[in-house]
Structures are given as C-alpha cells and as structure tokens.
C-alpha cells in the first residue's frame, strides 16, 4: 500500500519543564495539534492553548483534559536524576525531548522528512553530540516559543500537568520537601528544609545548593 504524504509539513512541537528544579525529572512533551493520524485540535481548544507558565493549575487540567479527549497525538519523553546528574542538565533535557520525539513519530506514521520541529528555546539536539546519535529531522528553535507557538505551547502543558501529577506522588513519598506545592524547585522553604535534613534519593546531587550539602 502506498503512502500518501500530505503537501505541508506537519508541524510538532516541544517543550520542557523541570530543567530549573533542584529535584525530581525533566519531562518533555511533543505535541502535534493539526495533520498527522490523530485527533485534530478544535477551535475552541486552540483558542484556550497559551504557555502553561501564564495558566492557573485547573486551567491547564482543563486544556490537558482536551488534547487526551480529542485524541490529539503526543509523546512524552523523560530524563531521571541519574542522567541529569551524569550527562549535565543540558543534554539530559534535549535527550527528554529526543524521547518525546520519537514516541510522537511512532504514533504519527510518518517519514520524518514530512515533519517540521520546533522548539522552545535555544537549544536543539542537532547543535549538541548525544546519547540520541544524529538528529536529521528538519528543527527551528524559538526563543519564547511557548508564547508564539501553538504547538509549542500545547507541549508546554502537557509537560507541565505529567510532571507536576508524578512530584504530587513524590510528596507523598518524600512529605518533609513539600513537593506538592514547590514541584522541586528551590523556595525559600525547600532550601531550608535541604539545609536542615539534607536531600532525598529524588534531589539532583549536581545542583546548588545540594551539592554544597
């Protein structure tokens, strides 16, 4: 059976969240709103897509509640601790959406000479040696992306709502960090609390101020 490509690329885009944390993954998402073989984005839903930063947290339940309901076709990639600390967060975050990518392009069934990336940021796999090899796929990054892009910003919440759904479970865990409300990132009370007790299993040795401790 022979494929039918369509005549515009089909754009995805992605993004990060947890780069800055001081504990728990990096989670990136790659998201696909028009074309492809899912779901298509409707207005409505399009018209509510914004960078997850400027979204209440029920806000982006309720667009992330959307894209799964209208089978919008996406990939989540991940980077653990381990690999923050051993390859740098750098290459641990591009490695994320590297993951995020071909799970994306897995369920698109498409060539990726069909596919347009972009990304959130300054950095792409392509500028970077990794543990991903050669990236060939045809990629823009975006200064402000999540801004200025749908697709961008789609991934930006998908992101946001996966990571932050896995550090509420990690709060259980590990209640005396408070990650349910700070997500890992360095509040003035989780840093108190690092001083205090010392860091947990999910703390990123390799930052400040925990490798200090």
Request: with cysteine; proline share 4%.
């Amino acid at each position: 059976m022979v494929k039918v490509y369509p005549k515009k690329k089909v754009i995805i885009g992605i993004d990060e969240v947890g780069r800055g944390s001081l504990a728990g993954p990096v989670c990136s998402a790659a998201v696909v709103l028009f074309g492809g073989s899912g779901g298509q984005a409707s207005k409505g839903l399009i018209n509510e897509i914004r960078d997850s930063k400027q979204l209440t947290f029920s806000k982006r339940l309720g667009i992330y509640q959307q894209m799964i309901s209208q089978n919008i076709t996406y990939g989540l990639g991940w980077s653990s601790v381990q690999e923050i600390d051993n390859l740098n967060i750098l290459n641990a975050t591009l490695l994320s959406m590297v993951r995020a990518f071909e799970i994306c392009k897995t369920k698109l069934l498409m060539h990726e000479n069909m596919l347009s990336v972009k990304i959130d940021g300054i950095f792409s796999p392509k500028d970077f040696n990794g543990p991903w090899g050669n990236w060939t796929v045809e990629t823009e990054t975006i200064k402000n992306g999540d801004k200025l892009v749908k697709e961008i910003a789609a991934s930006s919440i998908l992101a946001k709502v996966t990571r932050d759904n896995l550090m509420i479970k990690l709060d259980k865990k590990y209640p005396d960090y408070l990650f349910k409300k700070n997500m890992g990132y360095g509040t003035q009370q989780h840093i108190k609390t690092l001083k205090s007790i010392g860091p947990c299993p999910v703390h990123r040795k390799t930052f400040n101020p925990i490798k200090k401790l």
